[in-house]
């Protein structure tokens, strides 16, 4: 897939003509649909007894390492405000889920909702405090140490301009289909969807799961 306003390689004649037989499209959302540039916008600790400072502090010690652009959000906020990351181990990467790391003794994750319970962490802490997560267009980021959560981080990324009218011009042009593959959570997907005009959408997809639908069309 090109990344608007990118330079891209396509080696081979018979891929360029394959282009004018295709009648669907399939989006990614980060860096495609969005100018890949997310920042950190909420930051809800689970209980008074945990600092969104804190919150920061662990969220950055298991992302230090990582190349994922919403590591990028959460190491970039600390930067700014000065947030220092404790020391911690090494930074392990569960793909498509998160990130995991030591500090203190202590297992420090973060990621998906997904990636919070699989490894028995409740999310039900939060459940009073929906009124203070971002509404729509957010990635939710789950901060837990050992198996308690300890917050929530909101993390949006900007739409490129003009991206239902290049939708809109890409079916004029003979696109029947455009629909959107992302890891980010179904409320997102929808939203995201809905501002741009996609046909459908797919959420909650891990790397080998967007594999799968792009080989079954």
């Keep these: 897939m090109c990344i608007p306003a990118r330079r891209c390689a396509i080696k081979g004649g018979n891929f360029i003509e394959a282009l ?19 920042n950190v916008t909420h930051i809800v600790p689970a209980s008074g ?30 930067r700014k405000e000065q947030i220092l990351i404790p020391k911690h181990g090494e930074v392990i990467t569960v793909v498509g889920k998160g990130t995991k790391t030591e500090v203190a003794g202590k297992t420090i994750r973060v ?78 997907a929808k939203a995201v969807g809905e501002q741009i005009g996609v046909d459908g959408y797919e959420a909650e997809l891990l790397p080998e799961d967007k594999v799968k639908t792009v080989l079954r069309l």
């Design 20 to 38: 004018a037989d295709a009648d669907t499209l399939i989006f990614d959302k980060t860096g495609t649909l969005t100018e890949g540039k997310p």
């Design 49 to 78: 007894e945990i600092s969104e400072t804190r919150v920061m502090e662990l969220a950055g010690a298991a992302e230090q390492t990582s190349s994922h652009p919403l590591a990028d959000a959460v190491l970039s906020y600390c």
């Design 111 to 188: 990621g998906s909702g997904a990636f919070m319970e699989e490894n028995g962490i409740s999310l039900d802490s939060l459940a009073d405090k929906q009124d203070l997560l971002p509404r729509t267009g957010a990635t939710l980021v789950y901060v837990a140490e050992d198996t308690r959560l300890i917050g929530v981080l909101g993390i949006q990324d900007k739409m490129r301009e003009n991206m239902r009218k290049s939708v809109n011009n890409l079916r004029s042009k003979g696109i029947d289909e455009i629909l959107l593959l992302t890891g980010d959570r179904r409320e997102q």
